[in-house]
């Protein structure tokens, strides 16, 4: 079945860069996407790929896609103290509902 | 408004009482999804809909669980005879249509306590 995994826990500098890695078991995923979830609110959708994609860049995101290796990661450049959340990947397989599969969460912390 | 709008944003009740849960999508967007966040689960798909028919529940955990959605727009999340395993934030998110890369904006959810 539909599988998506993270590691549960990342803890970086601020300043410096942070990545967060992903792996899936589907491999009619069609769109990747990571969410960003600060407490208490819901999920922000920080940016997606599509799967005949390897890389996305988008200000201090950059997404790498092993399509091969059904291996996704999010880096952040520059990481602050803001950034401190909880990051989901998720991906979209090919059935027509467009729903979600979600990874764990993996939760960033950010040290001054 | 401009974005997913979920009412009410807490909910308290007993064990055994019905709850109704409701989601405003972003105007304009034909597919909504519910979805459930929960310690032990993590975040589950319930149910998708495009328009005010529902393609997909096969996430609805059993039949106490319903959802409707009127007028293509708002939809309402019912848990009839809750238990205590049924609380958990329920997140509603919804996209301008299910197909293609469409991404999924959500709402901040609906924390729900059994007692």
């Known amino acids: 079945g539909e599988d998506v995994e993270q590691s549960l826990f990342l803890s970086v500098r601020e300043g410096d860069s942070s990545v967060i890695n992903c792996t899936y078991t589907?491999?009619?995923?069609?769109?990747l996407y990571w969410y960003k979830q600060e407490p208490g609110a819901g999920l922000q959708l920080l940016t997606y790929?599509?799967?005949?994609?390897d890389m996305k860049q988008d200000q201090r995101l950059t997404v790498l896609l092993n399509k091969k290796d059904k291996h996704l990661s999010l880096r952040i450049a520059d990481t602050q103290t803001g950034d401190s959340a909880i990051y989901f990947c998720?991906?979209?397989?090919?059935?027509?509902?467009?729903?979600?599969?979600f990874g764990q969460g993996t939760t960033l912390q950010v040290k001054p | 408004g401009a974005g997913v709008s979920q009412s009410p944003s807490n909910k308290v009740t007993e064990k055994g009482k019905d709850v109704e849960l409701r989601c405003d999508p972003i105007s304009g967007h034909t597919a909504l999804y519910w979805y459930r966040q929960s310690l032990g689960q993590g975040l589950e798909f319930l149910i998708y809909?495009?328009?005010?028919?529902?393609?997909?529940k096969s996430g609805l955990p059993s039949d106490r669980f319903s959802a409707e959605r009127t007028g293509g727009s708002v939809s309402t999340l019912t848990i009839q005879r809750t238990q205590q395993e049924d609380s958990a934030v329920y997140l509603c998110?919804?996209?301008?249509?299910?197909?293609?890369?469409?991404?999924?904006?959500f709402g901040d959810g609906t924390r729900l306590s059994i007692l």
């Open positions: 998110a919804s996209s301008l249509d299910g197909q293609g890369a469409q991404p999924q904006h």
């Open positions: 809909f495009q328009g005010n028919s529902a393609p997909d």
């Open positions: 589907d491999s009619s995923s069609t769109y």
């Open positions: 998720a991906e979209k397989g090919s059935s027509n509902t467009g729903k979600l599969i």
């Open positions: 790929i599509f799967s005949n994609m």
